[in-house]
């Protein structure tokens, strides 16, 4: 079975460019989750979506940032203009759980660097 | 906010020694969920806990969940190299049933 599938794999782009992440959920899975990870902050939550529908983005950290999945099997995270400090391994994953019991299925990230 | 402390952030053994990682939290879990990272990897589902003081094996890794469900430990048995990585707890958050991901314990095996 196909797991989580992100892209690109790796982004290199220069300060105050647009950047689009890709994911792909498991089929089935009805939560899809954008997490963060820098060795400063951890992993830290951005915003989710059960049954497509953004559920909470109080993790995203500026207006900068944006998300949306226009349907079950794709979903979009999006950075304008970028900046240095959004360089991060940038993580989707899904579950067919939006309440923490069931596992969360993780992609193998976009790597992040803003030049 | 809810919080969850995992102790030790580093730690360095022989291959072929035990490794134990702990989890605590202040306030009662529903649940907590175990993931692995391998370096330059993503987190890997291992293993939910659910009630008070269970008991879960998988081959060489033995995770408990404290009886006040208010902490938990995996227990590693002679590590080997594929042990290598981080290692996450991951209770649910009360609030809005998220889970809360602490800093993660990372294994070193010595050279």
């Not at chain 1, 009805?30 to 559920?55: A, C």
């Not at chain 2, 072929?16 to 009662?28: A, P, V």
């Not at chain 2, 879960?56 to 969940?65: E, H, M, S």
């Not at chain 2, 209770?91 to 809360?100: A, E, F, T």
Request: net charge positive; glycine share 8%; proline share 6%.
């Amino acid at each position: 079975d196909a797991g989580v599938i992100q892209s690109p794999r790796h982004e290199v782009t220069e300060m105050g460019q647009e950047v689009t992440l890709r994911c792909k959920p498991i089929s089935g899975h009805n939560s899809l989750f954008w997490y963060r990870q820098t060795m400063m902050r951890g992993l830290e939550l951005l915003i989710y979506f059960n049954n497509n529908v953004p559920i909470d983005d109080s993790g995203m950290p500026e207006d900068r940032f944006s998300a949306k999945m226009p349907n079950a099997s794709f979903s979009t995270l999006k950075i304008q203009p970028s900046e240095p400090r959004d360089s991060a391994v940038y993580f989707c994953a899904s579950s067919d759980a939006l309440t923490g019991a069931q596992p969360q299925h993780f992609g193998d990230g976009t790597r992040l660097s803003i030049l | 906010g809810q919080q969850v402390m995992q102790i030790p952030q580093y730690q360095h053994v022989q291959e072929g020694e035990d490794f134990t990682t702990y989890c605590n939290s202040s306030t009662t879990l529903s649940n907590i969920q175990w993931y692995k990272q391998r370096p330059g990897g993503h987190p890997v589902f291992l293993i939910q806990l659910v009630k008070s003081g269970e008991v879960k094996k998988q081959k060489r890794l033995t995770f408990q969940f404290g009886e006040a469900k208010k902490n938990s430990s995996l227990h590693i048995t002679a590590t080997q190299t594929t042990d290598v990585g981080t290692y996450f707890c991951a209770p649910r958050r009360d609030s809005n049933y998220q889970l809360i991901w602490g800093a993660g314990t990372k294994l070193i095996i010595k050279p």
